[in-house]
């Protein structure tokens, strides 16, 4: 008798454990499709007005398949990964591009009074680079801890080398 309940017990509470742990994954996928919404947005806004010597942001649509990069810095963390394919850019070109895209993406956010997780700024250009023609676009929408841990995190070596 003692052995049913124990047993019956642990399938109440492993079920408990699997119900919350279902509603959890359910509100991060809200939290990330609302993001990815915000985000996509705001660069299709910006990105068009970013114009350098060498990039004109004219020339490139922002669609909604964008990478989340959750996948691979851990649950949580807002931040998604744009592919803009025929670009003829070198390293070179790229901080001007990162200065222009975050500085109106700023302004986006202010304009739109967006607000970031513990008055950061709540769009990162997190990482830009350029392989095989194609210009990648990490933005990041820091609207919780994770977020903004990761971009500490991403932000720390460079600071190590100097």
């Known amino acids: 008798m003692k052995v049913i309940l124990v047993v ?9 454990m699997l119900l919350q742990r279902r509603r959890r994954v359910k509100a991060l996928k809200v939290l990330q499709s609302a993001s990815l ?4 947005q705001a660069l299709s806004t910006c990105l068009p007005q970013v ?8 020339k490139y649509h922002i669609d909604n398949n964008a990478e989340l990069l959750a ?9 998604f990964e744009y592919s803009l394919p025929g670009v003829q850019l070198s390293v070179q070109d790229l901080p001007a591009i990162r200065q222009a895209l975050g500085a109106l993406l ?20 997190s990482d830009i680079w350029v392989l ?12 919780n ?15 190590e080398n100097n």
Not at 8 to 16: G, M, R, S, Y
Not at 106 to 125: K, N
């Open 132 to 143: 095989a023609d194609v210009l990648h676009l990490d933005i990041s929408y820091v609207v």
């Open 8 to 16: 019956a017990v642990l399938v109440v509470v492993i079920l408990l």
């Open 37 to 40: 919404k915000q985000v996509n």
């Open 51 to 58: 114009q350098t010597e060498n990039f004109d942001g004219k």
């Open 106 to 125: 700023t302004q986006y956010a202010r304009d739109q009074r967006i607000v970031g997780y513990q008055e950061e700024p709540p769009f990162v250009v």
């Open 71 to 79: 996948d691979v810095w851990g649950k949580g963390v807002m931040a």
């Open 145 to 159: 801890r994770a977020t903004s841990e990761y971009l500490h995190d991403i932000a720390a070596p460079k600071h």
